[in-house]
């Protein structure tokens, strides 16, 4: 939390006059209120910097509404949009003509209007509803506040907690929901390397997407547009990114940390690797599981591979020791509680654990069982069942189950277990694969399986030595208020607001005598290709085509940035966008609780690659005259 070199999830309108002097030491060549100010609407930086939904960043690249962001971002949207004649995440889309964009179903984007403070108000209702005598808990402040603004501005309100409810702000925006597929480049130049090069550094990714914000029917005419800046940066040269970082959970304590990566993500962590062996071997098996299934996959890899690597670099840089050593300013009652806690409903959680990653997610079958189960007639849960199972594979859902059939009944007690579950395992013994079959052939019985246990089961179960919520808040604010004491300037966890980080382009040094560019270049692709492979196949053409580019692909910065940040506009010290934010190192993994300086990188497109794949490559010179 302290503002050591570059870490810290700046919220935007708390861009003060200590902060823009670090800044502007660090070569940042506007001001403060160049950035943000909500006082002048469409006339600074983050004006055109938006929020999909508040699940990734995109930005405003043109006076009429285009939208850039990640690839990776759009990857359902393509997913739910291809069909068996078209693949719009194998073969790609480009909308050569205006009338050729695609709408689409719920897409949402929120254009950061104000932040208020809100503290004082947030205590003056509570103290309201506890004069009345009325119970009420933070979902009710949020709706009271969230409407009264909503009511008062006409715009979408969202009350946020900063340091477990030691200051709250209130953000306003303006949402936007045409919004319409532009563009995106195949899976296989999108996200050239997959889960081989997931997290690593160097990479090769065209990892970019343009859609386009329409209002009334008309594509929006923007007060302010991000502008593009094709000269290039340096080593060493200022970087910004600014977007909406998801979550972090960085004043955790260290009995926190421990309690994660010791009992619940080594459970996690191996299940879904091995969930991810069965899907990836019918994918590579067979194109048509591929098309069914790779939504699912790349979500589940995706946060598969990030925890792996968390539990690893907490080990590796020690973080549970850096975290006791911050913990003695905190009361001795609060952190013997917490030690208290974790050390006792670790058994339980484990089971739980157990429990979710097989029966509740390790099954892509398990969301039609629960809406089977909450069906008002036989006649709609039969048709629950004919609608979704032609969305899956018979052959990969068996193996899934027989794998989630082995880690549950082989790791939990037998009073967890269900009674007529208990009476499946004792009929088919241990041989899951005959049991799956028999269960997915019954499905009505493959829904009571999955419906039997609840999670209430095993939290009825759980022994509590006191309330884990309120300590963890304790602790939270007590840190927050030792730090404030010592004068350290603090930023709050990232909770899907806006935030600003800053740094510079840099090279990483991930291991004792290991160096890497700060910088990638085509000759990676040409080194990785293999047309054999999946992951590192590429179109032919494209392949054609890379001897008429000559400058980075990828590139690397020190900004502090986690997920939510994905599709962030990487800026220069004037502003320009030089890139887009799409992956973070695997030696930033232990981020989500601690920021290690040196290695904690952003992982980035740069933008000129992104042009020339525009222009040189598809062809699409509407867009390039927008941009221009």
Request: aromatic share 12%.
């Amino acid at each position: 939390m302290a503002a050591l070199a570059d870490e810290g999830m700046w919220m935007i309108h708390a861009l003060n006059q200590a902060l823009e002097k670090k800044m502007q030491e660090r070569g940042l060549r506007l001001s403060a209120g160049e950035i943000y100010n909500a006082d002048a609407p469409g006339t600074t930086v983050s004006d055109a910097i938006v929020s999909l939904g508040f699940y990734c960043s995109a930005s405003v690249i043109s006076d009429e509404g285009l939208l850039i962001t990640n690839h990776h971002c759009a990857y359902s949207d393509l997913f739910d949009l291809s069909t068996p004649e078209k693949d719009y995440l194998e073969d790609g889309y480009w909308a050569f003509y205006r009338q050729d964009e695609i709408p689409l179903q719920g897409k949402e984007v929120y254009f950061l209007k104000r932040v208020l403070d809100v503290t004082a108000e947030v205590a003056a209702v509570s103290d309201s509803l506890s004069a009345r005598g009325e119970a009420f808990g933070s979902r009710k402040l949020t709706s009271i506040l969230e409407r009264r603004y909503a009511g008062r501005t006409g715009l979408e309100a969202s009350l946020n907690s900063m340091w477990a409810g030691e200051k709250y702000y209130l953000a306003l925006y303006r949402k936007y929901t045409d919004i319409r597929l532009v563009g995106a480049p195949p899976v296989s130049m999108a996200a050239f390397g997959g889960d081989e090069d997931n997290w690593e550094w160097p990479q090769h990714k065209a990892d970019f997407a343009l859609y386009r914000i329409y209002d009334h029917g008309e594509p929006l005419h923007s007060p302010w547009h991000l502008r593009v800046s094709q000269e290039g940066y340096r080593e060493g040269d200022y970087a910004m990114v600014i977007g909406y970082p998801g979550r972090t959970d960085r004043y955790s304590s260290a009995a926190k940390v421990d309690y994660l990566t010791r009992v619940e993500r080594p459970v996690t962590n191996r299940i879904r690797a091995g969930q991810m062996e069965i899907v990836r071997k019918w994918m590579d098996a067979d194109p048509a599981v591929r098309g069914k299934y790779s939504d699912w996959f790349f979500s589940l890899s995706n946060v598969q591979e990030m925890q792996e690597g968390e539990v690893q670099c907490v080990e590796r840089f020690r973080v549970v020791d850096e975290k006791r050593a911050l913990e003695k300013d905190i009361p001795s009652d609060i952190l013997k509680g917490l030690a208290d806690e974790y050390a006792a409903i670790g058994p339980i959680e484990r089971e739980k654990t157990y429990y979710r990653e097989t029966i509740v997610r390790g099954m892509r079958i398990t969301p039609t069982m629960l809406r089977m189960s909450n069906a008002k007639t036989p006649e709609a849960r039969d048709e629950i069942y004919r609608r979704d199972i032609g969305a899956l594979d018979a052959r990969v859902e068996k193996d899934l189950i027989a794998y989630s059939l082995s880690e549950y009944f082989g790791n939990l007690p037998a009073e967890v277990v269900g009674h007529r579950q208990d009476s499946l395992r004792k009929a088919f013994d241990s041989d899951w694969k005959a049991m799956a079959a028999y269960l997915w052939d019954h499905p009505l019985e493959l829904m009571d399986f999955v419906t039997e246990v609840k999670i209430t089961d095993f939290n009825n179960r759980e022994q509590h030595t006191g309330d884990l919520t309120e300590l963890q808040r304790r602790y939270t604010r007590a840190l927050y208020h030792a730090r404030e004491a010592q004068g350290i300037v603090q930023y709050p966890d990232a909770n899907s607001t806006m935030r600003l980080t800053y740094g510079v382009v840099t090279s990483l040094d991930p291991w004792d005598a290991v160096h890497t560019s700060w910088y990638s270049t085509t000759r990676g692709l040409r080194e990785k290709y293999d047309p054999a492979q999946h992951d590192f196949a590429l179109p032919a053409d494209f392949v054609a085509a890379l001897d008429r580019y000559d400058g980075p692909v990828n590139f690397i910065t020190d900004n502090d940035i986690t997920g939510g940040n994905s599709g962030s506009p990487v800026l220069d010290a004037y502003g320009r966008l030089i890139g887009l934010a799409f992956d973070g190192n695997k030696e930033s993994l232990a981020s989500d609780v601690s920021y290690t300086p040196d290695y904690n990188k952003c992982v980035c497109v740069d933008i000129r690659y992104v042009l020339w794949i525009l222009r040189d490559y598809v062809g699409l010179e509407r867009v390039m005259k927008e941009l221009e």
